[in-house]
Every structure is written in structure tokens, then in C-alpha cells.
């Protein structure tokens, strides 16, 4: 099971169907699983549940399982693109692309590509230590994970790989959550959990500015073809 993730969000650029799109993308994640570096894939749907910024606003999200460093995997696609091994429409050039390395940091290994995931985009507050916002979320992520309808959680820290002249994505850290029921259920459950457990957060603690997505699987696990013959 793979600790390391790439996440590539992107929205179709004007006049590419949503279905043309997808056809496209199935091919294309099962082109990159096979790529050095790479155990596997699951595309998604999204939809921006608060805050804007990067990726806010993308339509899908194809997430990518890693063996080692996702920079060593990114460099091996990039080689198979300029190459002319992998399968790129005309339209290709014209896609919006946010795309994140993440790191997996904290004692829970080996993130599920789940058929619902919710995304928690966020960086520490101007003046606090990356080492005490990363321990104090680990603890707040698992109080969420007691929340109904939440099943397990993950955590990364992140290196944005946008397109030249992107603003920079603020985002420096990611919570991943495996739930399993629809959203609106789990964010009156997660508010209700907020209101018995602010007491304890601390001063600093203010999720207004972070970006939370809701990701719901739109086709299968896609594994490495050396994974899949294992």
C-alpha cells in the first residue's frame, strides 16, 4: 500500500464534453499507472464545499497512488509526455490542471482510495511552528474521525506543482478523510462535533480561509499492471 499520493484536479476546457472528457481520462489514468513510480489511480468528481483557493472551483480530481517520491513519478510522466508515449488530444494544451505532491505525514499509513473522500486544504496561521500545527491537527483529525459517518483520515504535507504564472496555492498541508455518508449528513455531524469541542482548540485555530472539497469516485481503482499480476 502506497504512503504518497500525486492529486491532479483539472475541469475540461470550453466545447470538450463532460463524457469526451471522461472517455479521455480513463485511458490517460490507466496510461500513467503503468508509469515507473506509480501503484495506482481513482478518478473523482468534485465540488467546492467552502474557500477559494487552489484547486477551488475543479471539476475532477484523478488521485495517484506512488512507490517512492511522487517528484520521481511526476519526472517519469513528464519524460513519457515529451516522448510521445502517452495518449494526448488536441485539446490537451487548453485543460486547467492544479496539481499536488503529497507527503504523508503522522502514524496512519497507507491512505484508501475510498468511493467518498472529503479534502481539508490548509497551511498553519503567520507565526506558528509547522511542527506544532502538524501534531495538534493529527490529534484534531482523529477527533473528526469520531464524528459519525467519518471513517478514517490521512494527512500530507504538500508541494504544489501549478502551471507557470498560477498564483501560488497557499494550501501547505492536506487532511484526507474516508466517509461514508452524503454530505450534508456529515457536515451537520462535523458542525454539531465543532460545537462540544471548541473549547479546547486553540487560540490560533481558524479554518475560515482553508478549502474543503467533497470527492465522489466516478469509476474504479486503476492498480499498477506489476501490482495487479502480484
Same mark, same amino acid.
Given at each position: ?26 485511458? +490517460? ?38 512507490d517512492g517520491s511522487p517528484a520521481d513519478a511526476l519526472r517519469a510522466v513528464g519524460e513519457r509526455a515529451t516522448s510521445g508515449q502517452l495518449t494526448l488530444p488536441d485539446w490537451f494544451p487548453q485543460v486547467n490542471f492544479a496539481t499536488f ?6 502514524? +496512519? ?6 468511493? +467518498? ?55 501547505? +498541508? ?57
Amino acid at each position: 500500500m502506497s504512503d504518497n499520493l500525486i492529486l491532479v484536479f483539472s475541469t475540461p476546457p470550453a466545447g470538450v464534453s463532460a463524457a469526451e472528457f471522461s472517455d479521455w481520462y480513463d485511458v +490517460h489514468v490507466r496510461e500513467l499507472a503503468a508509469v515507473d513510480g506509480f501503484a495506482g489511480a481513482r478518478r473523482y468528481q468534485v465540488a467546492t464545499i467552502k474557500g477559494d483557493w487552489v484547486p477551488s472551483g475543479e471539476q475532477h480530481l484523478a488521485v495517484y497512488e506512488t512507490d517512492g517520491s511522487p517528484a520521481d513519478a511526476l519526472r517519469a510522466v513528464g519524460e513519457r509526455a515529451t516522448s510521445g508515449q502517452l495518449t494526448l488530444p488536441d485539446w490537451f494544451p487548453q485543460v486547467n490542471f492544479a496539481t499536488f505532491a503529497c507527503y504523508l505525514h503522522g502514524d +496512519h499509513a497507507g491512505p484508501r482510495l475510498a468511493d +467518498h473522500l472529503y479534502l481539508v486544504f490548509s497551511t498553519p496561521p503567520a507565526g506558528l511552528d509547522n511542527d506544532e500545527f502538524v501534531n495538534w491537527y493529527q490529534e484534531h483529525a482523529d477527533e473528526n474521525t469520531q464524528v459519525p459517518g467519518f471513517v478514517a483520515n490521512w494527512r500530507f504535507r504538500l508541494e504544489p506543482q501549478l502551471p507557470a504564472g498560477s498564483a501560488n496555492a497557499p494550501a501547505t +498541508h492536506l487532511a484526507i478523510y474516508e466517509v461514508e455518508r452524503d454530505l450534508a449528513t456529515l457536515r451537520a455531524n462535523l458542525g454539531a462535533a465543532a460545537e462540544v469541542n471548541k473549547a479546547g482548540w486553540p487560540a490560533w485555530f481558524n479554518p475560515e480561509p482553508w478549502t474543503s472539497l467533497d470527492a465522489n469516485a466516478v469509476a474504479g481503482h486503476v492498480a499498477a499492471p506489476a501490482a495487479s499480476q502480484a
